[in-house]
């Protein structure tokens, strides 16, 4: 370890031996980014990649001088795809030191094989490719750029494993979409956007699979494996035999073929023209129903008013009017409670007509986010409760979605909006301690110790086992 001013060797003391600083709180400074980096390192070769950078920027957050963490970041980077990345934290570690630094020979190896840099720049082109693809619309082509991607071994990718796996799903390939989110866990075992798909495939692939005998399994298993192979890549030495257009039918086959036909036309026009119109028609409904809410609650409002407002009549005797009171004083609070669950139950049917209709799109964030919003699905009629229940599991990944952009607000310094979203999060899925752990550093970077202090001690108490008990535990002494 340097002094911080003079950069001569520190040996054990509160003073540096040459200039004479003080560096009692340097020393504990640099410590601790060391042990940041160390649990960095030790996630790193348990194949948590995500946890790895999570510490490493931590521990360069406490010290930004710390060679090693700049390192071993970049290679981190590297592996999960993020190349550019990589290269800026060997160059910032390059500049801090330029002599003696492992980044020098990083930039070198990664420069000098021409072959894998290109490999490096054409996939990342590719990437980039995929990407405006999905924003025209154009599934299909950005599957072809991203399966180029797959099929070189010699880079990794991380995001697009993720994209290639989204567009599966909104084809409703669930099990491809496995295989290739596996290979992603692979690579990162704890990325939380690798999981979050993982776990609504998982509930998909659950439900289609749960009502088939073992002999359906089997042949579902059988199918789904075929078809990967029949579109797995052609390499330089596959041949291919064109098939002869000569056939003999017979009018047995003849009558199948025009059975099947009508089959598949008939089909068609259902997927092509039912499915659409009824698409527009929820869709429909929803909004006439939004705006059918707002008349009602208008009215409601209008009619309460009126009702609270006493009425000028003759007089009469005290008797008649407390009989004229006890008597409709209960017949007027249960109509309003009437009143009130039934336009509950019209905003719950609108919210769950909106879900459904960001499903259809592939929206899965907005329609958990207005599953959520659902005050009581108990009441739904068999119809709405089928639709629910095929869509519920939304809502379930949902806070993974806030949990991702939290973390991205966090690591761009907005710490406001990080803790917001990390609040929110924490309320939802109570059982996320890094949720709760972040909550406590959102609130330590905007200097409010007091509500970090109370944050790292109800995360001790809750996860007394959990990774981030000796940073709470750090962080409640430093602010005590």
């Known amino acids: 370890m340097k002094c911080y001013k003079c950069g001569s060797f520190l040996y054990d003391g509160e003073f540096c031996s040459t200039c004479g600083a003080d560096v009692t709180v340097y020393r504990e400074i640099v410590l601790k980014s060391n042990d940041f980096y160390n649990s960095g390192l030790e996630y790193a070769r348990d194949r948590n990649l995500s946890k790895a950078i999570e510490h490493l920027n931590l521990s360069l957050k406490l010290y930004k001088g710390n060679i090693n963490s700049h390192n071993l970041l970049g290679l981190v980077y590297f592996e999960t795809g993020e190349y550019t990345l990589g290269f800026a934290h060997w160059v910032i570690s390059k500049n801090i030191q330029p002599e003696n630094n492992l980044a020098n020979m990083f930039l070198d190896l990664v420069q000098e094989d021409k072959a894998y840099f290109d490999s490096i720049n054409s996939n990342i082109k590719k990437y980039n490719k995929a990407i405006s693809y999905v924003e025209q619309e154009s599934y299909d082509l950005a599957e072809i750029q991203l399966k180029k991607i797959l099929n070189d071994n010699t880079v990794h990718m991380v995001k697009a494993y ?95 073929i025009q059975i099947l036909i009508g089959f598949i036309v008939g089909a068609a026009l259902i997927f092509f023209v039912v499915v659409p119109a009824k698409t527009n028609s929820i869709r429909n409904e929803a909004a006439a129903t939004q705006s059918g809410l707002e008349a009602q609650i208008a009215q409601l409002t209008e009619e309460n008013a009126r009702l609270s407002t006493p009425a000028v009549t003759e007089p009469e005797s005290q008797a008649a009017q407390d009989e004229a009171a006890s008597g409709s004083a209960e017949p007027q609070t249960t109509s309003e409670e009437d009143a009130r669950k039934e336009e509950t139950a019209k905003k719950d049917e609108a919210l769950l007509l909106e879900a459904y209709a960001a499903y259809q799109d592939g929206d899965i964030e907005t329609s958990g986010n207005k599953l959520l919003e659902i005050t009581d699905a108990s009441v739904f009629d068999a119809g709405n409760k089928a639709i629910y229940d095929a869509i519920s599991y939304t809502k379930d990944v949902v806070p993974d979605y806030w949990y991702n952009g939290a973390v991205r607000l966090f690591e761009e310094n907005n710490f406001e909006e990080a803790l917001k979203e990390f609040t929110r999060v924490y309320e939802v899925a109570n059982t996320t301690g890094e949720s709760l752990y972040y909550m406590g550093l959102c609130h330590y970077n905007l200097d409010q110790y007091e509500e970090a202090t109370a944050r790292f001690q109800e995360y001790l108490d809750t996860f007394p086992e959990g990774p981030h008990v000796n940073e709470c535990e750090y962080l409640i002494v430093q602010m005590s």
């Open 162 to 256: 993720q994209l290639s796996a989204l567009l599966r799903i909104r084809k409703k390939k669930y099990a491809a979409a496995r295989k290739i989110l596996e290979r992603a866990q692979a690579i990162d075992a704890g990325d939380p956007t690798t999981i979050a798909y993982m776990t609504a495939v998982n509930s998909q692939i659950k439900n289609e699979e749960k009502d088939l005998t073992p002999g359906e399994l089997k042949t579902k298993h059988l199918q789904e494996n075929a078809e990967e192979d029949l579109h797995s890549p052609l390499s330089g030495d596959d041949v291919i035999i064109p098939k002869s257009s000569y056939k003999e039918y017979n009018p047995t086959t003849v009558a199948i």
